[in-house]
T-cell receptor, first 114, second 112 residues
Framework: DAGITQSPRHKVTETGTPVTLRCHQTENHRYMYWYRQDPGHGLRLIHY???????DKGEVSDGYSVSRSKTEDFLLTLESATSSQTSVYFCAIRASGGTTDTQYFGPGTRLTVL | AQSVTQLDSHVSVSEGTPVLLRCNYS??????LFWYVQHPNKGLQLLLKYTSAATLVKGINGFEAEFKKSETSFHLTKPSAHMSDAAEYFC??????????FGTGTSLTVIP
């Protein structure tokens, strides 16, 4: 599991409230990613980070912000949650090695916005 | 630009029969290709990956996939399905950039 944890694992919140999800890794990987998973869409990239304080947008970044103040933690914030952000959120790291880099995933966070 | 198409959203097989999950990709470069499996209410687990070392790639749990450049395909196969193979399967492509692109997934049902 590449030492990746996500917290919280489950959260129910109300529309308009801020929410922060945390991804923590123990193996000092440079790249970290946030995805959301919705039925019929697979996993879609929200944001990723290529180092401390270095981030970039993905396919579905609207309504989300991220921060990475230290290598081991990558935070995803919904500034004002909406019902369309109800989803399962996965964090991933990119591990370098062999002939290609490979992603490994955390256990996921199930977020419900009422 | 990269994209991945998983040709079947649902596949049903009988236990003990072969499994074929189809994946086509588009990429401007020689890509890296991956298959992941997700069991119900679980995270994603790497099944196998293609990295240009060999076109036939063997993964965990008896799965394998063959990279066919002329057909831009990376289909996942297993000779004999087991009940524990019932899950969602994702094909993923990456070229030289920082992003990985996921297919929409194939749900595999195994009938006893």
């Amino acid at each position: 599991d590449a030492g990746i944890t996500q917290s919280p694992r489950h959260k129910v919140t109300e529309t308009g409230t801020p929410v922060t999800l945390r991804c923590h890794q123990t193996e000092n990987h440079r790249y970290m990613y946030w995805y959301r998973q919705d039925p019929g869409h697979g996993l879609r990239l929200i944001h990723y980070s290529y180092g401390v304080k270095d981030t970039d947008k993905g396919e579905v970044s609207d309504g989300y912000s991220v921060s990475r103040s230290k290598t081991e933690d990558f935070l995803l914030t919904l500034e004002s949650a909406t019902s369309s952000q109800t989803s399962v959120y996965f964090c991933a790291i990119r591990a370098s090695g062999g002939t290609t880099d490979t992603q490994y995933f955390g256990p996921g966070t199930r977020l419900t916005v009422l | 630009a990269q994209s991945v198409t998983q040709l079947d959203s649902h596949v049903s097989v009988s236990e003990g029969t072969p499994v074929l999950l189809r994946c086509n990709y588009s990429s401007s470069y020689s890509p890296s290709l991956f298959w992941y499996v997700q069991h119900p209410n679980k995270g994603l687990q790497l099944l196998l990956k293609y990295t240009s070392a060999a076109t036939l790639v063997k993964g965990i749990n008896g799965f394998e996939a063959e990279f066919k450049k002329s057909e831009t395909s990376f289909h996942l196969t297993k000779p004999s399905a087991h009940m524990s193979d019932a899950a969602e399967y994702f094909c993923v492509v990456r070229d030289t950039g920082n992003q990985f692109y996921f297919g929409t997934g194939t749900s595999l049902t195994v009938i006893p």
